[in-house]
């Protein structure tokens, strides 16, 4: 057995591991009863030190500098997958499994406190578990910042996002920071001068809702022989490939919400499940990163569901669900519905345009807690600042304010920048595919969408981390990553 087979068998190990990690925190997040949160969390951290030391044993090295010696008797899958094996290894080695283990209980610990807090919008029931996780964060990028020679920051950022780095987004996001402000204003005057939309009256039916939004996840060709949907308090998509879990949340008196966070997990579930199946087990068959994982939720969501010709196919659809009747059930009232720009509160709920804004935010406070220049117990003052500076508004209470995103609990951070990367490369993949499939509205039109996802099958999902983000979507789009096709699309 070559050097470079031991090291796929042992990755194939590994991943397996973190495969079953991630089936234990959705089933967290969505069934366990909050009794059982202490032993899942050992369940996990344990788990975790164990894919830990996999990769990070003292032979390990020597096994890698072996295979690289080789390279001339690898193919160009296998040479990048042996990249992507080093790089793994170099973030795993730079700490101890003890750290692991107490960054993962934290986490753990953390979220289920983050749910209760956020229940009685009570900052304070977080802050303890909050601190202790920010400290084995500021840990963990300091110990991975002086293994790559980079920041802190970039080192926790080039886990989401390999290769990229706080200049690049303080480029993209200064400029959109330059553009955003004065174009939302815009949007809002044009806004208040049109016909105002009407939302709808509920209530809706949560089966309804649920049914409606599983039928355009088939449609967009979800294999639920593969995965499933269910609900919890925030959406996100985890599990593996194979088996990809989905959550939603649903408001019995605006079935919007719900289904526009459905479509956006969608467009994570198809870029798991359309991976390359050759290289399910080994790092070259992961995700390229969060910035193109991101992309695909967004194109759904955002580009996609909110286009006139979907609303064309989707609104019979909805009004059925429903029994939607009269001036409120129109085309063009739900046109103005989906394309409404506001100031509002809660990401997730954002328009495309207030979006950036958001995540902008978030940058800004991670980067000043994860230094120690924003001390935990002030960061809802400080995330209320940065609402009013930003968007204008200011939240009435933490539930609204810096609750609302279980991130940070979660031990994601650097995480939060590339939402935005993934809106930006949203707009160049969907202008590109539009380009590239001439009759695409036609077909969406029609409900069909064989055309559009087998066009990011080809050109991202079965890519799986074969290239980089921006040269993939070089390939695909003839830029790297940009904003003016993103500002454009706005426009």
């Known amino acids: 057995m070559s050097a470079y087979e031991k090291l796929e068998k042992l990755f194939k190990k590994?991943?397996?591991?973190?495969?079953?990690?991630?089936?234990?925190?959705w089933d967290s997040a969505?069934?366990?009863?909050?009794?059982?949160?202490?032993?899942?969390?050992?369940?996990?951290?344990?788990?975790?030190?164990?894919?830990?030391?996999?990769?990070?044993?003292?032979?390990?090295?020597?096994?890698?500098?072996?295979?690289?010696?080789?390279?001339?008797?690898?193919d160009e899958w296998q040479k990048a997958n042996l990249h992507e094996m080093r790089h793994e290894w170099q973030h795993a080695n730079a700490v101890d499994s003890d750290l692991v283990e107490a960054f993962s209980l934290a986490t753990s610990n953390c979220e289920m406190k983050w749910r209760q807090a956020r229940e009685e919008s009570?900052?304070?029931?977080?802050?303890?578990?909050?601190?202790?996780?920010?400290?084995?964060?500021?840990?963990?990028?300091?110990a991975k910042g002086e293994a790559f020679g980079v920041s802190p920051y970039d080192a926790l950022l080039d886990q989401f996002e390999p290769g990229c780095n706080s200049e690049i987004i303080d480029t993209l996001f200064a400029d959109l920071e330059g553009f955003l402000p004065d174009f939302l204003q815009k949007v809002l005057e044009k806004q208040a001068a049109d016909t105002s939309f009407e939302m709808p009256e509920g209530p809706f039916e949560l089966k309804a809702q649920k049914e409606l939004g599983m039928s355009f996840m088939k449609a967009l060709t979800f294999d639920f022989e593969r995965g499933r949907l269910d609900t919890s308090h925030h959406p996100f998509t985890g599990g593996v490939p194979d088996d990809?879990?989905?959550?939603?949340?649903?408001?019995?008196?605006?079935?919007?919400q719900s289904l526009m966070g459905t479509l956006h997990e969608t467009g994570h579930a198809l870029y798991e499940q359309n991976l390359p199946k050759k290289w399910r087990s080994q790092p070259i068959g992961n995700a390229r990163g969060m910035a193109l994982h991101e992309s695909?939720?967004?194109?759904?969501?955002?580009?996609?569901?909110?286009?006139?010709?979907?609303?064309?196919?989707?609104?019979?659809?909805?009004?059925?669900?429903?029994?939607?009747?009269?001036?409120?059930?129109?085309?063009?009232?739900?046109?103005?519905?989906?394309?409404?720009?506001?100031?509002?509160?809660?990401?997730?709920?954002?328009?495309?345009?207030?979006?950036?804004?958001?995540?902008?935010?978030?940058y800004r406070l991670e980067k000043a807690m994860l230094s120690g220049d924003l001390v935990i117990d002030d960061l809802p003052a400080?995330?209320?600042?940065g609402m009013k500076e930003l968007l204008g508004i200011t939240p009435p209470n933490d539930k609204l304010g810096c609750l609302q995103d279980i991130h940070w609990p979660g031990g994601a951070i650097g995480y939060f920048p590339t939402y935005t990367m993934g809106a930006l490369a949203a707009a160049q993949f969907y202008k590109a595919a539009k380009e590239a499939l001439p009759d695409l509205p036609e077909q969406i039109g029609k409900g069909d969408f064989?055309?559009?996802?087998?066009?990011?099958?080809?050109?991202?999902?079965?890519?799986?981390?074969?290239?980089?983000?921006?040269?993939?979507?070089k390939d695909a789009t003839g830029e790297a990553l940009q904003t003016t096709a993103f500002k454009d699309h706005l426009q």
């Open 382 to 385: 400080s995330w209320n600042d």
């Open 244 to 256: 990809v879990r989905l959550t939603t949340r649903y408001e019995e008196n605006d079935f919007t």
């Open 122 to 142: 009570n900052f304070g029931l977080l802050a303890p578990s909050l601190k202790e996780v920010v400290n084995l964060s500021q840990k963990i990028a300091t």
């Open 30 to 74: 969505v069934m366990m009863p909050d009794g059982g949160a202490e032993v899942r969390a050992e369940q996990q951290a344990t788990i975790g030190v164990i894919a830990h030391e996999l990769i990070t044993g003292a032979e390990i090295s020597d096994v890698l500098d072996t295979a690289e010696q080789e390279l001339s008797s690898l």
């Open 296 to 362: 695909q939720s967004l194109l759904v969501e955002m580009q996609l569901s909110r286009s006139p010709e979907f609303l064309i196919y989707a609104l019979p659809k909805i009004r059925d669900a429903f029994n939607g009747e009269g001036d409120h059930w129109s085309f063009d009232n739900f046109k103005r519905l989906y394309h409404h720009v506001e100031r509002g509160f809660i990401r997730v709920d954002a328009d495309e345009v207030t979006y950036p804004l958001h995540v902008i935010l978030r």
């Open 14 to 25: 590994k991943n397996a591991l973190s495969g079953a990690s991630a089936v234990l925190g």
């Open 450 to 473: 064989k055309s559009l996802v087998g066009w990011l099958k080809k050109n991202v999902h079965e890519l799986g981390s074969l290239k980089s983000t921006d040269t993939v979507l």
